[in-house]
């Protein structure tokens, strides 16, 4: 009895996670069980490994695409490709933080240090001066050397290609509000990483 309860639940769940619905176009009518996809590919234009360097500071980071990845969005459980990601920040020649090897690490996502699934495109307030065809990614940033109540580390990546090279522009920024208790100083203001722009370079 217990095996045709499982075939049951598993012939369930096999048929609401058929139902497939652009990733851009579609999340935010989201269907309960649906599989909202990278139907456009367009996180394989930010996959792979990125590099910003000035003198002897740099900044690496490594993005991986993850496919059907259960999520719950509001009320609706749905599954959704995602964006993971790590980092290294390396200044004056010093490694700050170095959290590239948890990629070798079977984590659920929202574990990773870099998470999410938020493509933008031309009618986003973040994408104001995009093209028709334009896209940019929005992704969550952790620092987990630095866990700052109330702030919120935000990603947003665009491809920025020129003279044959691939390149990505990132616009590093916080968001939410830093709160503080009554008498007492903060020991960070800000992430390892600085806030700003990079430009990396395709490895």
């Known amino acids: 009895m217990k095996k045709v309860l499982f075939i049951i639940i598993l012939l369930s769940f ?61 009320s609706k459980n749905i599954f959704e ?26 984590l659920d996502p929202l574990d990773y240090n870099i998470f999410g699934s938020t493509i933008v495109g031309p009618n986003s307030q973040y994408c104001l001066n995009c093209g028709p065809n334009d896209r940019k990614i ?6 987990p050397d630095r866990d700052i109540l109330g702030m919120l580390g935000q990603m947003f990546f665009e491809r920025a290609d020129s003279g044959g090279v691939q390149k990505l522009k990132l616009k590093f920024r916080a968001t939410g509000n ?6 007492t ?12 722009e990079y430009i990396l370079v395709k490895q």
């Open 81 to 106: 490709d995602v964006i993971i990601g790590e980092y290294k920040y390396i200044e004056n020649g010093i490694v700050k933080i170095n959290t590239l090897p948890q990629l070798s690490l079977d």
């Open 14 to 74: 096999g048929s609401k996670a058929q139902t497939i619905k652009s990733l851009y176009d579609d999340k935010y009518a989201a269907v309960d069980g649906a599989y909202y996809k990278d139907t456009h590919n367009d996180f394989d234009n930010f996959t792979g490994t990125w590099k910003y360097t000035s003198g002897t500071t740099s900044l690496t980071i490594t993005l991986q695409k993850k496919a059907m990845v259960p999520n719950d969005f509001g």
């Open 138 to 143: 929005l992704l969550y940033f952790t620092d």
């Open 178 to 183: 830093m709160m503080v208790e009554v008498g």
């Open 185 to 196: 100083t903060p020991p960070y203001t800000s992430f390892t990483v600085p806030f700003g």
